[in-house]
């Protein structure tokens, strides 16, 4: 029931209204939109190249795992599935959604391949991909604690623990039968799945791809500096590269529509500490979400070839 309730679009619609509510009720709307439509026209192509090399990395990874030793033409395939995952998002109860299915875009370029395998590492990719988030972001804790940034004390112990839990998973999947173990209970299932596919993963092959994950994260993440320079904002790198990883784990959950209300909460809860324009930080976020969107809707163009 539960379930059922957290993943309704009903939920996620009112959650992400809501929170623009809140987020957006002390600023001038007028006056934000208008800054936001003063943006100049090339700034959305650029930002989309610029992400279009962590997508690309992202079409590395799935390859790997898939075929071990890929071509570029195999990265270029992934890599439009990949696009094609983002697109799907947009229509699914969450992200995760749409990267279950983005394999299918792959079945007549690889006809050799198993299904299973396609579907499978889209599931490990997911894994080692939200791994190195958890790892990125507790790093972003530490180094935001040396510098003197703020953040609440249970981020720490959350932070930690998803680690630990993290790190404690891959350990059981590697070194022992794992899956046949937590296999017996249905509600572990689909962890126990996971767990197999890891295990029959080569390590090589997983060290790779999560050392890929650690360098796409930060690119992305990058972006967002591009922004608040675009808006004027006195935002340096090292703010984001702090505030972004902790932002990005808390937008995992799936409680918003495309992040929309979380995401503008969650930015100025951060970075207005740093004594910055709560209305500047509302416009890099909102404009973030919508790069966001027009990246999705590459996936979708793509479509047609």
């Given at each position: 029931m539960w379930k059922k309730i957290l993943s309704s679009k009903i939920l996620r619609y009112s959650f992400s209204i809501v929170l623009l509510y809140f987020a957006f009720q002390k600023v001038n709307i007028l006056a934000l939109g208008k800054e936001l439509l003063s943006v100049p026209w090339w700034t959305v192509p650029v930002l989309l190249l610029y992400l279009?090399?962590?997508?690309?990395?992202?079409?590395?990874?799935?390859?790997?795992?898939?075929?071990?030793k890929s071509k570029l033409i195999d990265?270029?395939?992934?890599?439009?599935?990949?696009?094609?995952?983002?697109?799907?998002?947009?229509?699914?109860?969450?992200?995760?959604?749409?990267?279950?299915?983005?394999?299918?875009a792959l079945i007549k370029s690889y006809p050799k391949i198993s299904k299973i395998k396609l579907?499978?590492?889209?599931?490990?990719?997911?894994?080692?991909?939200?791994?190195?988030?958890?790892?990125?972001?507790?790093?972003?804790?530490?180094?935001?604690?040396?510098?003197?940034?703020?953040?609440?004390?249970?981020?720490?112990?959350?932070?930690?623990?998803?680690?630990?839990g993290t790190a404690?998973?891959?350990?059981?999947?590697?070194?022992?039968?794992?899956?046949?173990?937590?296999?017996?209970?249905?509600?572990?299932?689909?962890?126990?799945?996971?767990?197999?596919?890891?295990?029959?993963?080569?390590?090589?092959?997983?060290l790779f791809v999560f050392l890929l994950c650690l360098i796409s994260e930060p690119l992305w993440m990058a972006s967002t500096w591009f922004?608040?320079?675009?808006?004027?904002?006195?935002?340096?790198?090292?703010?984001?590269l702090i505030f972004m990883p902790v932002i990005s784990l808390i937008l995992v959950l799936p409680?918003?529509?495309?992040?929309?209300?979380?995401?503008?909460t969650l930015f100025v809860y951060f970075f207005s500490q740093l004594g910055l324009p709560v209305d500047k930080i509302l416009a890099v976020s909102t404009f973030n979400g919508i790069v966001n969107v027009f990246g999705s809707l590459v996936g979708g163009f793509l479509t047609f070839f």
């Open positions: 279009s090399i962590t997508m690309f990395i992202g079409g590395w990874r799935w390859s790997t795992l898939v075929l071990n990265v270029l395939h992934f890599t439009k599935a990949t696009y094609l995952g983002g697109f799907y998002g947009m229509f699914f109860p969450s992200a995760f959604a749409g990267d279950l299915i983005k394999w299918t579907a499978g590492t889209v599931l490990i990719d997911r894994v080692l991909g939200f791994t190195a988030l958890c790892f990125v972001a507790l790093i972003a804790l530490v180094v935001g604690k040396i510098k003197g940034y703020y953040f609440p004390d249970y981020l720490w112990w959350v932070f930690i623990l998803i680690n630990i404690i998973f891959f350990v059981l999947a590697l070194a022992i039968d794992f899956e046949t173990i937590i296999g017996k209970f249905k509600k572990l299932s689909k962890i126990a799945e996971i767990a197999g596919l890891i295990r029959n993963t080569e390590n090589k092959y997983l922004i608040a320079l675009v808006f004027g904002l006195n935002l340096h790198l090292l703010d984001v409680i918003s529509v495309a992040g929309f209300g979380a995401r503008e």
